[in-house]
């Protein structure tokens, strides 16, 4: 468990579930023959950067670093050993496979696509997701999908017909532990989400009550003046309130950055996901 690389050879068929898990892997190549691998197969994996496919493989690739089927339709692998605060899952996927961010504590924030449909079991356990939006197409989340999150502060469904695990935001099925953050719904689907709260305890609230990112002008909505805003920020021009700063600083990370204006300004010009 204490190597940090490691060659496969051709040959491996198949990589069993589990099989490098709590290791120091680092990197990793799969090769063109491995058409088979389990469950959680890099699972505790703390400090790995990348996970390779052989361009040749017919069930597997790799984009950035990340693990996808071959299609493109399930994210298996985010690696957990990386730093960024924020990550935008490609819009064509489908499925977040099981555990696919679990145990990710640099990462922040999300970005999921209008496409994705189903999130699998831990998918975001213990990771340090402190806010994500689940999109209206996602018809399954299943248990623990976000168990152990303890610095999620919202999350926001866009589903006004909801078929979710109640347990999705507990740890086990003997978790006492409640959220205390807030949960937002579609205005007119406040009733669907009632057992939520009954059964568990969450504080649902309408999106309507949500505030929009990085909307430090108070318009609604991201807008240009918002972004000029916090230019004049960045350069020592202007003074944001700390709400504004929250608004502002959309990979979490405690600080409004140059990263953070750039991404609001491909949000603005449509070529970025801003939920």
């Given at each position: 468990?204490?190597?940090?690389?490691?060659?496969?050879?051709?040959?491996?068929?198949?990589?069993?579930?589990?099989?490098?898990?709590?290791?120091?892997?680092?990197?990793?190549?799969?090769?063109?023959?491995?058409?088979?691998?389990?469950?959680?197969?890099?699972?505790?994996?703390?400090?790995?950067?990348?996970?390779?496919?052989?361009?040749?493989?017919?069930?597997?690739?790799?984009?950035?670093?990340?693990?996808?089927?071959?299609?493109?339709?399930?994210l298996i692998c985010y690696p957990a050993?990386?730093?960024?605060?924020?990550?935008?899952?490609?819009?064509?996927?489908?499925?977040?496979?099981?555990?696919?961010?679990?145990?990710c504590t640099e990462l922040y924030r999300?970005?999921?696509?209008?496409?994705?449909?189903?999130?699998?079991s831990e998918a975001f356990a213990s990771?340090?997701?402190?806010?994500?939006?689940?999109?209206?197409?996602?018809?399954?989340?299943?248990?623990?999908?976000?168990?152990?999150?303890?610095?999620?502060?919202?999350?926001?469904?866009?589903?006004?017909?909801?078929?979710?695990?109640?347990?999705?935001?507990?740890?086990?099925?003997?978790?006492?532990?409640?959220?205390?953050?807030?949960?937002?719904?579609?205005?007119?689907?406040?009733?669907?989400?009632?057992?939520?709260?009954?059964?568990?305890?969450?504080?649902?609230?309408?999106?309507?009550?949500?505030?929009?990112?990085?909307?430090?002008?108070?318009?609604?909505?991201?807008?240009?003046?918002?972004?000029?805003?916090?230019?004049?920020?960045?350069?020592?021009?202007?003074?944001?309130?700390?709400?504004?700063?929250?608004?502002?600083?959309?990979?979490?990370?405690?600080?409004?950055?140059?990263?953070?204006?750039?991404?609001?300004?491909?949000?603005?010009?449509?070529?970025?996901?801003?939920?």
């Amino acid at each position: 468990s204490q190597f940090e690389s490691i060659t496969l050879p051709d040959s491996i068929f198949e990589i069993r579930a589990g099989a490098f898990e709590n290791s120091r892997l680092k990197n990793i190549r799969i090769p063109a023959d491995t058409l088979l691998m389990g469950k959680n197969v890099f699972l505790n994996c703390s400090e790995l950067q990348a996970v390779d496919v052989d361009k040749a493989n017919i069930c597997y690739k790799s984009i950035g670093g990340v693990l996808y089927d071959k299609t493109g339709s399930e994210l298996i692998c985010y690696p957990a050993g990386r730093k960024s605060h924020r990550f935008s899952v490609p819009e064509g996927v489908s499925r977040i496979g099981q555990a696919a961010f679990c145990r990710c504590t640099e990462l922040y924030r999300v970005i999921l696509p209008k496409t994705l449909m189903s999130i699998g079991s831990e998918a975001f356990a213990s990771s340090g997701l402190k806010a994500v939006t689940v999109p209206e197409n996602v018809e399954n989340v299943e248990a623990f999908a976000f168990g152990g999150c303890t610095l999620l502060d919202s999350i926001t469904f866009m589903n006004s017909a909801p078929d979710y695990d109640g347990y999705m935001l507990c740890y086990d099925e003997t978790d006492s532990y409640h959220y205390n953050g807030t949960v937002y719904v579609p205005d007119e689907a406040q009733i669907e989400y009632t057992v939520f709260t009954v059964s568990f305890g969450y504080n649902i609230r309408p999106l309507s009550e949500k505030p929009v990112s990085g909307d430090v002008a108070g318009n609604g909505k991201l807008t240009a003046e918002s972004l000029v805003m916090i230019a004049r920020y960045l350069i020592g021009d202007y003074v944001l309130t700390e709400q504004q700063k929250i608004l502002a600083d959309t990979d979490l990370s405690g600080d409004v950055t140059v990263s953070d204006l750039m991404f609001l300004v491909m949000v603005l010009t449509g070529k970025a996901n801003g939920e």
